[in-house]
C-alpha cells in the first residue's frame, strides 16, 4: 500500500527540499528549548520529547506525584490534545502509529509552520498541550475517556 508513495516520493526527491524540513523542525527546535531545556532532545534531523520526560512534564504541571498512567499513554493523550486543541495532526492519527511512545519533531514543512504561524507559535500549542496534560493525569477518569471515549 506504501509503495506508490514512497515511488512517488523518491521521484521528487530533491536534497534542497530536505534541508528545508531540516531548517523548519531546528527552528522549532530553538522554541522548543526555551520552555523545556534539558527535557529536549536533539538528532541532526529531529527534536523529540523522551516519552519519560513528558509524563514527569505533565506530571508536575498537574501536581501529580505519582504516576496514574504509563508514557506510551501520556504521549497518546498529549497527540490526541495537540490535535483536538491545536490541529496538529501526528503519526499517531495516521493508522501508522510509531514505533516508540517519544514525541518526534522531523522534517516540518516551512510552509506549513508558516501557515501555523511561525516556530515560535507552535512551541507555544506544544506547551499549552503539555499544561493540558498535566490536567488530564490529575484526574486518572479524564484520562481514560480522552484515550478511550465515555463509558
Not at 504541571?61 to 506510551?72: A, I, L, S, W
Not at 519533531?105 to 501557515?115: A, G, N, V
Amino acid at each position: 500500500m506504501c509503495y506508490a508513495a514512497v515511488v512517488r516520493t523518491l521521484e521528487r526527491y530533491n536534497p534542497r527540499r530536505v534541508q528545508e524540513l531540516v531548517a523548519a523542525t531546528k527552528q522549532v527546535a530553538a522554541e522548543l528549548r526555551l520552555s523545556l531545556g534539558a527535557k529536549l532532545h536533539e538528532t541532526p534531523t529531529t527534536a523529540q520529547i523522551l516519552a519519560d520526560d513528558l509524563l514527569e512534564i505533565a506530571m508536575k504541571r498537574g501536581g501529580v506525584t505519582r504516576p496514574t498512567c504509563v508514557p506510551y499513554e501520556a504521549a497518546a493523550a498529549f497527540c490526541m490534545l495537540l490535535l483536538q486543541h491545536h490541529g496538529v495532526l501526528t503519526v499517531h492519527f495516521v493508522g501508522m502509529p510509531p514505533g516508540t511512545a517519544n514525541i518526534l519533531f522531523k522534517f516540518i514543512p516551512p510552509e506549513t509552520l508558516q501557515k501555523f504561524g511561525g516556530a515560535a507559535r507552535f512551541a507555544k500549542a506544544v506547551d499549552d498541550v503539555l499544561t493540558r496534560l498535566g490536567e488530564y493525569v490529575s484526574e486518572p477518569a479524564k484520562l481514560s475517556a480522552l484515550l478511550f471515549g465515555e463509558a
